[in-house]
Structure formats: C-alpha cells, structure tokens
C-alpha cells in the first residue's frame, strides 16, 4: 500500500502558522486553519498583509476549496507552462494545488515551507504518482525538480560557485539564483530583462545582481532543453547569508488581496496597491513604488501585474517594498502595446499618464500628492537620462530601441519633464 498525506504543516522559518487537510471521503478538496499558538503570539511573524484585520490581529475564516487551495498557497506555485513542466517532470496533476504543494514544499518562495504530517494507506496508483519521492531507480535526468518559482516563463533556481558559473543543484532544490531561459515565443527575453534591469540599476532602484549568461554555460539544466542563445540571472532576494542557506519572507500583492494567479490583472487596480503601501509602510514605501511604477511606464513594461509587487520581510514582522524583478519592456511583445496591466486613475494608457492623471490619482485614494507628484517627475527624468546613459551599451535588436523611445515621446508626463515650461533642474532632454 502507498502513502498518501492527508495533513501538511505549514512553517514560516521555524514558525508552524497552520496546518493544510486534505479531506479525502469528499473527494479533491482542502482547508487552512491557523494554529493556535502563532494566533496566541503576540509577536508572531508576518505571513500575509491578505490575513490582517484593522487592529492588526488575524482576520480569517477557513474556507474548504475544490482542486486549488486558499490563493496565498496558490500564488505559491508556478503558473503556466513552468507549472506544467514541474507537474510533469513530478508526475503530479497539473490542476491539482494540494500535491504541487507537498512535492515542493521544501523550496517555496520566500520563508514558507510545507512538509507532510499525517497519511493514509491507499492502493497504489501510477497514474497519479503525486508523492513518488524520486528514488525508485530512476536515472538522475529523470529525478524529480522539487523548486517552485511562482511566475510564467521557464526558470530555475541555481547555485553561483566561486568560478562564477551557475549550476542547477541535483533535484531543482536549494539555490540562491534564477535562472530564465530564452523565449520559444518571444524574441531576446533575456536581453531585454537585463537591459531593463541595468537601466533601472541606473536610474536609482533597489536592484539585486543581475547577469547575462550562455545558456551553454548553465550546468544541470535537464536533458532536452536547448542550450543556444542566453539566459537572464538574477540574485535571489529571497534568500540571504553567504551561501543563500537564510529564507527571507515575502509576498506578492495577488497574495496580499487574496486572489489567485488567474485573477493578477482583474480588478485591482495600481491606487489598490498604493493605498496598502501607504498605510503599511508610509512616505519612504510609497516613494519607492511611484518611482519604480513611473520607471516601467517609461520603458513600456505593460505586464505589471499583482504578482510583479511584492513585499518583503527582513525582520519577518514589518512589510518593505521588495526590490525591482520581472522588469522588461513589452511594448514590441503585445497586441496593444499602449496598455498597462492595471489600472491607473482609471485608465490604462500609457498615453493618459500625465501630471493631471497622477493629482487625481493622488486625490482618489488618499495620498500625499506633493509627495506622489515629486516622485513622479524625478523618477521619470531619471529613467530618461539611465536609458541614455547605457544606450550605447544595450545589447537588445534595434527595433525594440526604437520601440521604447518612440513610447517615450509618446507618454504626456515624460514629455512635461522635456518641456523648458517645466522649470530648472526637473528636466534634461534624454541624451542620444
């Protein structure tokens, strides 16, 4: 008879928070419950802004769900085609969240980790080979990956030696690097992630290394992916101390407002985003996130969804803003190139972004618009005289250069920073 587990504990650091259940006679389906000694804490670590309530204590009801889980797990996860191919390479349903989470609980994002506590005996089934731990004798080009890396595009987790070279540890598990592989559908993904993050770099955001490396050059990679062209590699912030061994936690905003993968572009909207910011971390946090959502409507970047902000925890308590990922610019990638992946005041032209656009977006959720507005002009100039700065140096196809500069001229509030109207010291015309 197999082993199938029906409870997962559910650790933040060292901190069990609660417990997963399957519940098996009901068919596919699962529930969260707090333990009762971190709900007892009064100095409990943080594990998701999406579980306080107003006097700062925990607001939560568990909730049975079919199939998924309760969406902070579920943000957890892969999406897309990394979630099919880690299913697959685990021999887990693609659909099923429950299994994902027990095969990859050891490396989740962040400090929270998942380790099963309590089994039942069942017959065994290979077509559902969910807890098939990797050492039945197959080869080690078919062990198992046990890493999760929450996002859409092919990468992995990798170890940086002291030779520099990057190398994918046995099993998937354990790295303190991501490593993103090119597109098979977009051209230069990699290149234009790198570019993107330098010019960031540039203009002043908190940015982790970053690196741009031959394919060829990625020790470990499975069996069956191409080798040719680059790769995108960036430091993991998540992950601390010389070796990358400390878990630092954090949490994307789809976590935050509690809703899955599925629903990253829906309702909410950018002020959403801010107003949390605000409240949580104050002047210094909404400072950081006008300027880093000014940098990506310069460049383009219309993929800053919820799950493209995320917070982090260095004192495992008190949310900051965590550093720039996921930066690149869309705008010769999509069919509507013009759109933001939220809202903003209203709108989501990138063509609608101007100083009036922004005092009203200031005034509608209750912010300091002196402080938003100040933000947003030395951000824009900044970015505009970064992306000159390092334009002899972008190793991207021209066209997407032209692609981005011609969006510059296009977006109102880049253009009032051009304009001698603006007065001394705000602007300088983008260098060519």
Do not use: C
Not at 171 to 191: C, H, M, N, T
Not at 199 to 225: T, Y
Not at 349 to 375: N, Y
């Amino acid at each position: 008879m197999a082993r199938e587990a029906l409870t997962l504990a559910v650790y933040l650091n060292q901190t069990q928070v609660g417990t997963l259940t399957r519940l098996p006679q009901r068919g596919d389906l699962n529930v969260f419950v707090f333990d009762d000694h971190y709900l007892d804490d009064p100095q409990r670590p943080t594990l998701s802004l999406g579980f306080k309530n107003k006097t700062g204590g925990i607001a939560y009801t568990p909730r049975v769900y079919n199939t998924g889980a309760h969406p902070f797990f579920t943000n957890l996860l892969p999406e897309g085609k990394l979630r099919e191919y880690i299913a697959a390479r685990n021999g887990v349903s693609v659909v099923r969240d429950f299994p994902l989470l027990l095969t990859l609980g050891e490396d989740l994002p962040g400090a929270v980790s998942i380790t099963p506590v309590e089994f039942e005996r069942r017959s065994p089934d290979r077509s559902d080979p969910s807890l098939d731990d990797g050492r039945n004798g197959v080869s080690s080009e078919d062990q198992p990956l046990k890493f999760s890396l929450a996002g859409v595009q092919l990468k992995f987790s990798a170890i940086r030696n002291n030779s520099e070279k990057l190398t994918i540890p046995a099993y998937g598990r354990g790295g303190s690097w991501i490593v993103k592989l090119p597109s098979d559908q977009f051209e230069a993904v990699p290149e234009n992630e790198f570019v993107m993050m330098r010019v960031a770099a540039r203009a002043g955001l908190a940015v982790p290394p970053v690196d741009l490396v031959a394919e060829s050059s990625v020790e470990g990679l499975p069996q069956g992916m191409k080798k040719s062209g680059y790769a995108f590699a960036i430091r993991r912030f998540d992950r601390g101390g010389p070796k990358g061994g400390e878990r630092i936690h954090i949490e994307d905003f789809a976590q935050v407002f509690r809703l899955p993968p599925s629903r990253k572009y829906g309702k909410i909207s950018y002020g959403n985003i801010a107003e949390v910011i605000w409240s949580e971390i104050g002047p210094q946090g909404l400072r950081e996130f006008i300027e880093k959502l000014i940098f990506n409507i310069a460049i383009g970047n219309g993929d800053m969804h919820l799950k493209n902000w995320s917070l982090i925890y260095p004192d495992r308590r008190t949310p900051q803003l965590a550093p720039a990922y996921d930066y690149l610019s869309t705008l010769t990638y999509v069919s509507t190139p013009e759109t933001m992946a939220l809202s903003l005041a209203g709108t989501r032209s990138f063509q609608e972004v101007s100083v009036g656009l922004l005092a009203r977006f200031a005034q509608k959720h209750e912010l300091p618009s002196d402080l938003v507005l100040t933000a947003a002009l030395e951000a824009g100039e900044r970015a505009m005289d970064a992306w000159s700065d390092l334009r002899g140096e972008m190793g991207i196809p021209r066209y997407m250069i032209d692609a981005v500069e011609n969006h510059m001229q296009s977006v109102p509030l880049l253009q009032t920073i051009l304009s001698p109207a603006h007065g001394p010291g705000i602007g300088s015309a983008p260098r060519r």
